[in-house]
């Protein structure tokens, strides 16, 4: 079954009927994203949350004078969006971005809204999303303000190692808070 990684997903949290199965990848709109390509653009309205089936995604703030700082990357078996602005359908402060050939599921907003109504199994599924996402940013938080640029790259190199050879040094470091010259430093220590 193609769609076997997704229900694995869903199948950790709740159970499903065939029929309920069926309705919510009714729903859903399979996307290929080539390297490089955006999947949301910040300023774009952001009505839609991805699941990703494969390949490996970068979601980023773009300041006023171009700085890009990465926010969260998302990874086989992750969901993805810009949650403030899904939740509100606000345009994004995001952007998110391929980082390799990737393949997302699409949920929009309605949809969803459609699925809580119809298969109310669905809210408890996506609210322990939300509290593991909550979980992992408040945990992110105190990291950054408790521990050296050292001890979150470690952490960063245990909890992604596929991202962490994937992606570019200034997209490692501006998760992290720190310049790329910086993280060349941490990174030459440990050799």
């Not at 949650?83 to 971005?97: D, G, Q, S, V």
């Not at 949809?111 to 996506?126: A, N, S």
């Not at 996402?133 to 909890?159: H, P, W």
Request: glycine share 2%; aromatic share 10%.
């Amino acid at each position: 079954m193609e769609d076997r990684s997704l229900l694995e997903n869903i199948n950790r949290h709740i159970t499903l009927t065939e029929n309920e199965c069926a309705l919510f990848l009714s729903l859903l709109k399979k996307k290929k994203i080539p390297r490089k390509n955006k999947l949301l653009t910040q300023g774009q309205l952001c009505d839609s949350i991805y699941f990703v089936d494969c390949g490996a995604l970068r979601a980023f703030y773009l300041d006023v004078s171009g700085k890009e700082s990465t926010i969260m990357f998302a990874v086989k078996d992750w969901w993805v969006t810009d949650m403030y602005c899904f939740i509100n359908i606000l345009p994004a402060m995001l952007t998110i971005e391929a980082i390799e050939e990737s393949t997302v599921y699409q949920l929009k907003k309605n949809d969803l809204e459609k699925l809580y109504q119809t298969v109310p199994q669905f809210e408890r599924f996506f609210r322990i999303l939300m509290q593991n996402a909550y979980i992992r940013e408040q945990l992110r938080v105190v990291q950054n303000l408790s521990m050296t640029a050292e001890e979150r790259y470690d952490i960063f190199v245990k909890k992604y190692p596929e991202v962490a050879n994937k992606v570019k040094q200034k997209q490692i470091a501006s998760y992290l808070g720190i310049t790329a010259e910086f993280l060349s430093m941490i990174k030459r220590k440990k050799l």
